[in-house]
């Protein structure tokens, strides 16, 4: 039983190694300005290369989808390029990586991109917070409440949906 876990797998169009999976986690160590993937996260995720695949950190589709300090963007040329440096280090170690798109809708805070949150309906998450930088002087990072949502118009939901389908599609 246990050997199979360690036995290769085809996953759709995917050869894997083995069967492990490691599952997204949010790191928060983007480069700034611009939430921009870099030689840190290659590094960490090459580490983890053994796994037969890899799912990323939580990535904003947006600016205005993210809601968490320093998470990375598929969104903007640099963060594209930042990928890469991550997808080759994982495929020149032998494994597979997906990337997690994401969009935090209401859970967030003006104080994380300077953007009032968007949410389905204008109600605010209740005790819930966000992790935040907010330039305190010894690098640490605070959590702050979220802020209350503006209701999505039809417009926006289109730019949401158009939004996940850009980052799906982001070399
Ligand atoms: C530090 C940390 C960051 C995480 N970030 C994400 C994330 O970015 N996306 C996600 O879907 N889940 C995230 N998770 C949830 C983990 O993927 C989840 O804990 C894992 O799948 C194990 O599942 P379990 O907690 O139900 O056992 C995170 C968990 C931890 C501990």
Redesign the pocket.
């Known amino acids: 039983m246990m050997e199979k876990i360690f036995s290769s797998y085809r996953l759709g169009n995917l050869d894997l190694k083995n069967r492990f999976l490691m ?5 928060s160590r983007a480069s700034q300005p611009g939430d921009v993937p870099n030689a840190l996260m290659a590094e960490y995720y090459a580490q983890r290369a053994s796994a037969g695949i890899i ?4 990535t904003q589709v947006s600016m205005q989808g993210m809601g968490y300090a320093k ?1 990375p963007g598929i969104y903007s040329q640099e963060q594209i390029e930042g990928w890469k440096l991550t997808t080759g280090a994982v495929h020149q170690a032998g494994s597979k990586i997906f990337l ?1 798109l ?1 969009h935090v809708g209401r859970v967030s805070s003006a104080k994380v991109n300077g953007l009032q949150p968007i949410a389905p309906s204008a109600i605010t998450a209740k005790e819930t917070s966000v992790y935040i930088f907010d330039g305190a002087p010894s690098g640490d990072a605070t959590f702050v409440p979220v802020d209350e949502p503006r209701e999505m118009t039809r417009e926006d939901i289109a730019t949401v949906v158009a939004e996940f389908v850009q980052g799906a599609k982001m070399p």
């Open positions: 599952a997204p986690m949010t790191r799912i990323t950190e939580a998470t997690q994401w």
